[in-house]
């Protein structure tokens, strides 16, 4: 599972990312967490967007 969130989300608590991607490590799931600095719900800074994108990527890459 990939979760990407933004540390400054005032929309959904980063903390609710964190938590799942920790959960999901003790049971053994493959996470790839990334947390996107200055990061807010709707991706607007161009860094965060490229970076999102850059990640998915590699992501899809590894497990198609």
Known sequence: MLLIHGDEDRIVPVKHS???AKELQ???GT???VELPKGNH????EE??????KELESFL???L
């Open 42 to 45: 709707s991706l607007e800074l």
């Open 26 to 28: 003790n049971t053994g």
């Open 18 to 20: 964190q938590d799942m």
């Open 31 to 33: 996470v790839r967490y």
């Open 61 to 63: 890459s590894t497990h």
């Open 48 to 53: 965060n967007r490229l970076l999102t994108l």
